[in-house]
């Protein structure tokens, strides 16, 4: 008897809790987010006697359990190929500064008067487009042509400004 009263007070004073959290909540778009969170506790709350009867509690909160790791585990799978996105995506800015910097050494040991180069890489770190600012008009033009001839790069990728 003393089991039963105890599990009537546990449930009573849960709702009390409840309802003091619903009440005290700041927005009305997070109350039935709240309720419906509320609701599963009170249900399992109110389950738990039937299931400690049938022997069937522990294999409740060991369900629970492993549906928590497995959520756990994908979120970090998530998070793991993001890294690797975020990743990819440094190393190909860092390549594109590279290149970039390189292709201002060759104008200056060709004696060009080349302001700027601004490389593009596509997803497979290849040059998409090359874009030159010329000091001198047709300096960007000469090192063009050698983009071109030297990187195979087609005519539409290197452009001059």
Do not use: C
Request: proline share 1%; no cysteine; aromatic share 14%.
């Amino acid at each position: 008897m003393q089991t039963f009263i105890n599990w009537i007070r546990s449930i009573l004073i849960l709702y009390f809790l409840m309802m003091i959290i619903i009440y005290f909540t700041a927005g009305e778009s997070y109350k039935k987010y709240i309720r419906f969170f509320m609701g599963l506790v009170l249900a399992l709350t109110l389950l738990r006697p039937v299931l400690t009867l049938f022997g069937k509690e522990d294999a409740l909160w060991d369900g629970i359990a492993y549906e928590s790791f497995r959520q756990t585990m994908e979120e970090a799978q998530l998070d793991f190929g993001h890294m690797e996105q975020v990743e990819n995506e440094v190393y190909r800015r860092q390549y594109e500064r590279a290149l970039e910097e390189q292709l201002l050494e060759v104008a200056k040991e060709k004696l060009l008067d080349i302001e700027a180069v601004t490389v593009s890489l596509n997803a497979e770190f290849e040059p998409e487009q090359v874009i030159i600012r010329e000091g001198l008009y047709g300096d960007g033009e000469k090192l063009r042509s050698y983009l071109i001839d030297v990187y195979g790069l087609g005519e539409g990728q290197v452009l001059v400004q």
